[in-house]
């Protein structure tokens, strides 16, 4: 079993989420060829057809030659170096866990459940004090209101999540999620 350090040291690698993604998308072991391939398309920004032999060749030499083995020898994917296959393991599939991917254009869904935790604290203190403008609705009214939006932002919460996990989409969520200066 990995310590969460051995995984963040293993992980901190674009190139290396990036295999991780592409091991998850279909779930079945993979060529060394077609994943240098298709990491070039991504970390280029071109498609497939328009990787150079040389991109394909770099990214090809550094997965051999590091990213994988590393990957291979924390137990998180297998590395079959002589026949150049990559397979998926039990712990390729539970580490996700460990990468959110908040993009730079929007704040953590923490911060999010944080402040209506607070507005709905506001609105009780409100009801208890008998504001008049509280009064508007019912007490049960309010707390209908307040358990629809917690549980409407769950859902949209719980939907998004979905969609930034590894495996995911053609491309990895980073990647979706680039902020461009």
Known sequence: MLSKGEIFEVLRNQRRRYVLHYLKQDGRPVEL???AQQIAAWEYETTLQGVTPEQRKRVYTTLQQTHL???DQAGILTFDSDQGVIGPTERTQEISVYLEIVPGREF??????LSLGAISCALVAGLWLDVPVFTVLSDLAWAGVIAA??????AVHIYHERHMRLGHGDQPPE??????D
């Open 33 to 35: 060829g077609d994943l």
């Open 69 to 71: 083995p590393k990957m």
């Open 108 to 113: 953590a869904w923490r911060e999010l459940y």
């Open 149 to 154: 939006v917690f549980t409407v932002t769950a």
């Open 175 to 180: 990647l979706s999620y680039r902020v461009d």
